[in-house]
């Protein structure tokens, strides 16, 4: 990064990076479930404070500070002096505040195991954002604007004559995850071109849709594992939040179709576009389907 200083002139200007922690245990190579034990999540602000200040000197970052916001979700707070600072420096500021320990030197002691601090950059906050200033106890702690997209290839693909159990499914995925419908789900089956082939579906709603398509003849070269012969895309994009209990379900009704490889990603889309967590399986790894699931939540 180029430096932008200009002397006595220069403002200091304050900016606000919103971070996702992770801990995995040095011994294991697992990630510590979170929990929101105020010992753990004082450790962690305590060892951010410590290594951040590196980065501070580096690139002349000052007044930083670490504060807990929800679960394992934090902000980091810092001023640049630069007279004309670019976008694109402070982010890279910002990145490197997140994950000051890449190379994993300084593991963070927790209950008598050490673990790695893995910290995911989620992008800027905008002045004045929830995260920034006092706000109402509860406002928006269920806004996330999470946005699941799931590409599944299975060995089973809904005939023209399922579109009443399709709507059937919609209405119950809409239950499990906690959202309520706008209008009664639309269910078309499409013939045209061939390749095309396969039932598809819109549902509007109260925080936006869901959406999918299933590809019957989808062509073979698209298709990563064996068995595979029917390929569907689905997404649910939501203003609140989507859990993984909550994708679980999701998952767990599509398996009459015989999943064969999935991979399923959620974005964040509050502040820009995040990738919040990402979940993937296939026939050939060494755990079952149904294990997988089990393991998901």
């Known amino acids: 990064m180029k430096s932008r200083r200009s002397g006595r002139n220069s403002k200091s200007k304050e900016y ?40 501070g000197e580096v690139y002349d970052a000052t007044n930083i500070h670490v504060k807990h916001i929800r679960e394992n979700i934090f902000t980091i707070t810092y001023s640049m002096t630069y007279s004309s600072p670019v976008k694109e420096d402070i982010e890279l500021v910002g990145e490197l505040l997140a994950d000051p320990d890449d190379d994993g030197n300084y593991p963070l002691s927790y209950k008598k195991s050490k673990y790695l601090v893995i910290g995911q950059y989620l992008g800027l906050l905008s002045p004045g954002s929830p995260q920034t200033r006092r706000s109402p106890r ?5 806004i996330e ?6 590409r599944m290839e299975m060995k089973k693909c809904p005939a023209e004559t399922d579109k009443e159990k399709a709507e059937k499914l919609i209405n119950t995925i809409v239950k499990d995850i906690n959202m ?21 579906a819109i549902a ?3 925080t936006s849709h ?33 859990s ?4 679980q379900r999701v998952l767990h009704h599509l398996t009459t ?9 959620v974005l964040n889309r509050k502040w820009s576009l995040t990738i919040d967590r990402h979940l993937h399986w296939s026939a050939e790894s060494d755990q079952s389907w149904v294990k997988w699931l089990d393991s998901i939540a």
């Open 257 to 265: 179709y015989e999943p064969t490889r999935v991979d399923a990603t």
């Open 145 to 150: 604007h999470h946005h699941l997209l799931l």
């Open 16 to 55: 606000s990076a919103r971070i996702k922690v992770y801990l995995k245990n040095t011994k294991t190579d697992k990630e510590l479930k979170w929990n929101n034990d105020p010992k753990l999540i004082d450790s962690i602000v305590d060892w951010y404070s410590e290594q951040v200040s590196g980065v």
């Open 180 to 200: 309520n419908l706008l209008d009664k789900p639309k269910v078309y089956y499409v013939k045209k071109p061939f390749y095309n082939e396969g039932l598809t």
């Open 138 to 142: 509860n406002s928006y702690k269920d």
């Open 210 to 242: 869901i959406a999918f398509h299933f590809w019957k003849n989808p062509e073979p070269v698209i298709l990563k594992s064996q068995g595979s012969k029917c390929l569907l895309e689905f997404d649910i994009y939501t203003c609140g939040s989507l």
């Open 204 to 206: 509007p709603i109260q």
């Open 244 to 247: 993984d209990i909550q994708i």
